[in-house]
């Protein structure tokens, strides 16, 4: 059985306004991932991808490009616990 992971991402640069929490739930969903993504007040995204190791990194390799109108300048990632709820959604902004 493949392994499961779970990484926070922090997301820096222009991630607002660019609809990247969007795109981020069309790329998590496409690759199976559970999780979420929320704005922060500082102007960063923050997201949590939990699945199969592959998907995960390929997931955070995705959002060091993000959406064309996307600059972004720095990814960071931490091991997390999983989320609650299966499935990818959009959480309020917070952090």
């Not at 704005?39 to 997931?59: H, K």
């Not at 995705?62 to 499935?87: M, S």
Request: hydrophobic share 40%; net charge negative.
């Amino acid at each position: 059985m493949p392994d499961i992971i779970t990484l926070r991402v922090r997301v820096e640069g222009r991630v607002q306004g660019v609809w990247y929490r969007g795109w981020t739930i069309e790329q998590a969903r496409t690759h199976s991932l559970s999780g979420w993504v929320r704005n922060c007040f500082d102007g960063s995204v923050e997201a949590l991808f939990s699945g199969q190791a592959d998907d995960v990194q390929a997931m955070v390799e995705k959002c060091r490009q993000g959406p064309p109108a996307a600059l972004v300048i720095a990814v960071k990632t931490e091991a997390a616990e999983p989320p609650e709820r299966a499935g990818f959604y959009q959480l309020s902004t917070s952090c």
